[in-house]
């Protein structure tokens, strides 16, 4: 081996390409000018150079590998990390029997609980000087955040593969908020119109607009979108989208529509027959139903014309300040948003996962946001639901 092809041979060993280039042009040029004795010495100084640089970029990566045992020392010397999340013993169950497999050292609570409902109770908590929570995974995290301060998630992102951005979808980390505090974990398109399967034919639907026929006068419930959840992020869909906005939203109020705020309740009629069609229900409760047998169908958003909204449900991530575990919150942030994590939460919600190594064989089609999609989770969008739509809603529906 001559002396250029050995400098090469040190710099690829220790990945370095770009210094192998500059070894291989200093070498080349020594050789040109026929000064072997230079050549050897450039040669030996770039060998040196790549070397202790090699040691300086391990050096440099090994607090984040001493941050992380640190880090999960301290966890488990806390022992436990305390989690709000979605009602539901499956997510619960699934959710701790894997974290605890995986960090055996760390037990978890987890309480379920709709996001309007914990907001009550952390805000009650909260002025009686009580800080129970570590870890937030709800929808709507505009409900609480004037309630509680969380703390910004970036620096408790620790593992390569969760900070590398070519993990997720957009070529990054998507946070709700400028302050960076929620992370947006599951973006997915949402259900819309839900019918009857043996009432109605999901292919006479190509626009919102065909709501508006009068044969179904008297024939649609809706959830209450005064209120936070999926009918109120249905109607933020109509009046941001520009072929729809509050003309239409004062046109489908005019068709006698039956206004209720329980899913269960609004599934049950629907699927009894008692009314055809539904608009705005909790999409994953309606495909809940349907395995069991339930005749409830979702009209494919992608043969509505103007598409549907992007959501994220509960799949919104943040990290409590003044957290009492603090270190095992980041150990299960860190998990939650690993490959292992996301799979779990995603496939047993109905949700599509940010991460782009996660299966997603468990949802139809439709669930992947197109392009055009309206973000209706979006602060900015949010802000518009507040100031304007809600005035509007109570204008045509009443307080």
Not at 243 to 248: I, M, Q, T
Not at 273 to 291: C, E, H, N, W
Not at 369 to 378: D, E, L
Request: aromatic share 10%.
């Amino acid at each position: 081996m001559n002396g250029r092809d050995g400098v090469t041979e040190v710099a690829k060993v220790v990945g370095k390409k770009e210094v192998a280039a500059e070894a291989f042009n200093c070498v080349l040029e020594a050789a040109k000018n026929k000064r072997k004795v230079l050549e050897m010495k450039v040669a030996l100084a770039v060998i040196v150079f790549v070397l202790n640089f090699s040691s300086l970029a391990l050096a440099a990566a090994a607090p984040n590998a001493a941050e992380w045992e640190s880090t999960l020392a301290a966890a488990k010397k806390e022992g436990t990390v305390v989690v709000s999340g979605p009602a539901g013993a499956d997510v619960r169950d699934a959710l701790m029997e894997a974290f605890q497999k995986r960090y055996p050292g760390i037990r978890m609570e987890y309480d379920g609980s709709s996001t309007r409902a914990f907001a009550t109770r952390v805000t009650a908590e909260r002025k009686a000087g009580q800080f129970l929570w570590d870890v937030f995974i709800h929808g709507s995290p505009e409900v609480v955040m004037p309630i509680v301060a969380f703390e910004p998630l970036e620096p408790a992102l620790m593992l390569a593969d969760v900070k590398n951005p070519k993990t997720w979808r957009g070529g990054a980390i998507e946070f709700f908020d400028p302050g960076k505090t929620v992370i947006i974990m599951t973006p997915f398109q949402r259900g819309t119109i839900f019918y009857n399967t043996k009432l109605v034919n999901a292919k006479e639907f190509k626009s919102y607009k065909d709501l508006l026929d009068p044969k179904w006068k008297g024939k649609i419930v809706v959830d209450d979108p005064r209120k936070a959840g999926p009918g109120q992020g249905t109607f933020l869909l109509f009046y941001l989208h520009p072929d729809l906005g509050p003309d239409f939203i004062r046109a489908l109020s005019k068709q006698q529509l039956t206004v209720l705020q329980d899913y269960s309740q609004e599934l049950d009629i629907v699927g009894q027959g008692k009314y055809p069609l539904l608009v705005g229900t909790a999409d994953f409760v309606a495909i809940a139903r349907a395995r069991l047998g339930v005749p409830i169908g979702i009209v494919d958003p992608r043969q509505l014309r103007e598409g549907t909204g992007v959501t994220t449900a509960n799949g919104n991530l943040a990290l409590f300040n003044r957290a009492p575990h603090p270190n095992a919150a980041k150990v299960f942030i860190n998990w939650l948003l690993s490959k292992e994590g996301q799979t779990i939460f995603a496939s047993i919600q109905g949700y599509l996962s940010a991460r782009l190594d996660v299966p997603t064989d468990h949802l139809p089609a439709w669930r992947v946001p197109q392009p055009s999609a309206i973000k209706t989770y979006r602060k900015e969008a949010l802000l518009v639901q507040d100031k304007d739509m809600l005035p509007l809603l109570q204008e045509v529906f009443g307080k």
